[in-house]
């Protein structure tokens, strides 16, 4: 790597450096929503000796304030924000750890409502608690309110790292953000590597110029539920009328059930998955990227994205046609959807809609074409890179 880059992406080539992204039973490394990691002499078991792994830290005051969302919804989002990540892995939740560091602030009771609201999303999806740590920090005090005129003990405190555990269903295949995997099959090889490079996985799968990209599930509603509450923190007032942006930002659906399907429809034609976190903005390119961390060389694709408003929740429309905002830019920007973004090949994608429809899948939609050259945004380039914890 030439360059040093900014941001999140900094830090990840620091890692990089420090930390080989290659082992004997890891398939898939970092650089995408899960690892692949695999058990000794497992080959005869195909891709049920898979496991899919993924982390993410819920902090407060990054990821979430105390003064609007409640103990359940904490312990809700904490934990569905790594269940979306199996889930654009196509892999069904199975364990999962947490680390809980608290502060003064969490008594016995906000912990049982922490944990009820967790555990019903765990036995919602049959996974099990498996580990985890606690730790206490004492809460960062200063002698003025903050910017946001906020509490001065509000600063510091809550964090809540979970790492989620999946399998792979029988005839369902790993979805990947892109052909790292067939690559990383290659180098694996070239280098002695003992791998099972006749897994039905996606090995050679690559994306091309004119596959169509695709999502599920609604974007800028969480968004929309964010600018409501940071504004008023007041939860209540702001689910009158935005019931579904409130909602959406507090209490996220991980989409497991269209993960899987995708997972299926896969064997017949290649996809590329990821779950929309940081809003599409950001995420499209990470999804075009021909591999981040090993193979970064490499020129990414680009697409022409096309938004269109009949395709977005109502309540997006109404907040932004009342302040002067575009919808589609809103929506595009979004962030914390917790959706999935795909491409499939053009000559699949007939099938994937037909797919769709009969199961029913809710908010599908294309969103434009891969291209050669940048990522447009209903005919413009974008002017913003979305959003980054780090810059
Ligand atoms: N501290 C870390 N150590 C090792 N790998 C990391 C670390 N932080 C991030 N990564 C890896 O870098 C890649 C990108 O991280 P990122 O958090 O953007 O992915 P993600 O979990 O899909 O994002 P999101 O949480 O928004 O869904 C992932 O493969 C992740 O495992
Ligand atoms: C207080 C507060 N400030 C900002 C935000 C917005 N925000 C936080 S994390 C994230 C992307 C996904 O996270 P990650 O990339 O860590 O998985 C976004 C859009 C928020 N929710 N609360
Ligand atoms: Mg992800």
Redesign the pocket.
């Known amino acids: 790597m030439s360059e040093k880059r900014s941001g999140?992406d900094g830090i990840?080539d620091l890692?990089a450096k420090y930390?080989p992204n290659r082992h004997p039973h890891m398939l898939l490394g970092?650089?995408?929503?899960c690892?692949l990691m695999t058990v000794p002499q497992a080959a005869a078991l195909g891709n049920s000796a898979l496991f899919a792994v993924?982390?993410?830290i819920f902090a407060e005051n990054a990821h979430f304030r105390t003064s609007y969302f409640t103990a359940s919804d904490i312990g809700h989002k904490a934990l569905a924000?790594n269940i979306?990540?199996l889930a654009s892995n196509g892999a069904k939740p199975c364990a999962f750890s947490f680390n809980l560091t608290l502060t003064e602030r969490q008594d016995h009771a906000w912990l049982e409502e922490c944990f009820q609201s967790m555990a019903d999303l765990a036995n919602r999806y049959d996974m099990v608690l498996c580990g985890g740590d606690l730790t206490k920090v004492p809460l960062t005090r200063t002698k003025e309110k903050t910017q946001e005129g906020l509490d001065p003990l509000t600063l510091g405190g809550l964090n809540i790292g979970i790492t989620a555990w999946g399998t792979y269903e029988h005839g369902g295949v790993p979805l990947m953000r892109h052909r790292a995997y067939a690559k990383n099959l290659a180098a694996e090889k070239n280098a002695g590597r003992s791998v099972q490079a006749d897994r039905p996985v996606q090995a050679g799968a690559c994306m091309r110029e004119g596959d169509i990209l695709f999502r599920i599930g609604e974007i800028g509603l969480a968004r929309l539920g964010l600018f409501l509450l940071e504004e008023t923190q007041d939860k209540a007032k702001c689910a009158e009328k935005y019931p579904h942006a409130v909602n959406a930002h507090l209490r996220p659906s991980p989409l497991v059930r269209e993960g899987l399907l995708l997972s299926r429809f896969a064997k017949e034609f290649p996809l590329f998955v990821?779950?929309i976190?940081?809003g599409l903005m950001r995420d499209i390119p990470r999804l075009l990227a021909r591999q981040g961390l090993v193979f970064a060389d490499e020129k990414a694709f680009g697409a022409d994205i096309v938004l269109t408003e009949d395709t977005l929740s109502s309540e997006v429309r109404e907040y932004c046609g009342k302040n002067g905002l575009d919808p589609c830019l809103f929506a595009y920007k979004g962030g914390e959807d917790y959706g999935l973004a795909g491409v499939c090949a053009k000559e699949g994608f007939p099938a994937l809609q037909a797919f769709c429809k009969k199961h029913a899948v809710e908010h599908f939609h294309a969103l434009g074409a891969v291209t050669n050259g940048a990522v447009t945004f209903n005919r413009q380039i974008a002017e913003e890179a979305g959003f980054d914890h780090f810059q």
């Open positions: 999140e990840l890692i930390f970092r650089g995408d929503d690892a993924t982390s993410d924000v979306s990540d990821m779950d976190s940081d």
